[in-house]
């Protein structure tokens, strides 16, 4: 028998809720251009959300989280927090007011703002995104020149916030700003896509200013679909994990499988990646032994997500971590940036979305 779905794709694409996004922006050093940018394309951000039907205007809010560092790194602040609005000029206000200096140490107070991103005043039955955008980690996740390698002074441990964003149906995504991140730190991308797979979301590169606003509007459509099938399938997926003791993995599988059959699709924000995957095309030559042990730091890599997905704190993983090169010396040509385009199109559903919908379910309480 055809596998049975109570949403049709049309019904899903129709369906309108409410959609709370909370910005967590960087205001250290460097980062002047990206708040420039997110300021810049909130028209471009609220049209892109509009266009499709979902939302009126009064569905959406803002919310805004700027972050630093901690004494003695940085004197400053350490948190900028703007409440959710409703009024966009408002929110470009608010992002116009904050500038970008100092930091003290790489690491920064990601945690602290994760942290309070958790405690807004999101509405009840709305779509949740977290939208961090950063060139650098959190403190204490082993990286070298670390100012608190325990972690946040505070005693904040982002692992087990993104497990309480996860409980509460908080979506986050990560937008790495790069090349920075991948060339100065070697944990910080596989920590930040074991932290975003946490909460069912998924770390992003960013190369090209004009994409961003593309990246945020297209990360809030992929939550919106992804809370309605979570909606639809949250009886299933728990019956098939806890009566029918099925990994994630192997539920994932088979909802993919019916889903496909069934026609379902899903809004799926499309970005270029900003590495040239092919060594040749990119001009660079690697003997044999250098593209074999690239894939084995890949392999390792991948290894070191899952340690930190799986973590329930920050000390649990580092012992646990294997030292490996950024994206830029291992998985993909050292130092060759492509020119990056995105766009937000409706597409058959993907393995990778069925499984950040089947961990939402399993995490939700």
């Not at 003290?104 to 009840?124: E, V």
């Not at 916030?161 to 060339?183: D, F, H, K, N, W």
């Not at 699709?265 to 593209?291: C, K, M, P, R, W």
């Amino acid at each position: 028998m055809a596998y049975q779905s109570n949403l049709t794709s049309d019904e899903v694409h129709g369906t309108r809720a409410p959609l709370d996004i909370m910005f967590l922006q960087d205001a250290t050093e460097n980062q002047q251009p990206y708040i420039d940018a997110a300021r810049n394309g909130i028209t471009q951000i609220c049209n892109t959300l509009l266009s499709g039907g979902k939302f009126a205007q009064q569905d959406l809010r803002f919310g805004l989280i700027a972050f630093r560092d901690h004494p003695p790194q940085e004197q400053s602040f350490i948190l900028q927090e703007y409440p959710f609005t409703s009024d966009v000029e408002s929110f470009a206000s608010n992002l116009a007011s904050v500038t970008a200096e100092g930091g003290g140490d790489d690491p920064d107070c990601q945690s602290d703002a994760l942290d309070a991103a958790n405690r807004a005043d999101w509405r009840d039955g709305a779509t949740k995104v977290v939208v961090m955008i950063t060139d650098s980690p959190p403190h204490g996740i082993g990286e070298d020149g670390d100012g608190f390698p325990e972690g946040s002074p505070l005693q904040i441990d982002p692992l087990r916030v993104a497990a309480s964003m996860g409980r509460a149906g908080i979506t986050l995504y990560v937008i790495a700003c790069e090349p920075t991140l991948s060339q100065n730190y070697k944990r910080a991308r596989d920590f930040y896509q074991g932290l975003a797979r946490k909460t069912g979301g998924r770390v992003l590169n960013l190369n090209e200013l004009s994409v961003l606003p593309t990246l945020i509007a297209g990360s809030a459509l992929e939550a919106v679909d992804s809370e309605i099938y979570v909606a639809r399938h949250q009886a299933e997926v728990r019956s098939m994990a806890n009566k029918e003791n099925i990994s994630a993995s192997e539920i994932s599988l088979r909802l993919h499988k019916n889903l496909v059959t069934a026609g379902i699709q899903h809004s799926t924000l499309v970005v270029d990646s900003v590495y040239h995957e092919n060594f040749v095309a990119a001009g660079i030559q690697h003997s044999t032994h250098v593209v074999d042990n690239m894939h084995g730091q890949c392999a390792q890599g991948d290894q070191n997500v899952d340690i930190w997905f799986n973590a329930e704190n920050l000390a649990e993983a580092r012992s646990k971590i294997q030292q490996v090169g950024g994206i830029l010396e291992r998985c993909q040509a050292p130092g060759a940036l492509a020119e990056q385009s995105a766009a937000v199109e409706t597409q058959p559903i993907s393995l990778a979305q069925v499984e950040n919908f089947v961990q939402k379910c399993l995490v939700r309480v």
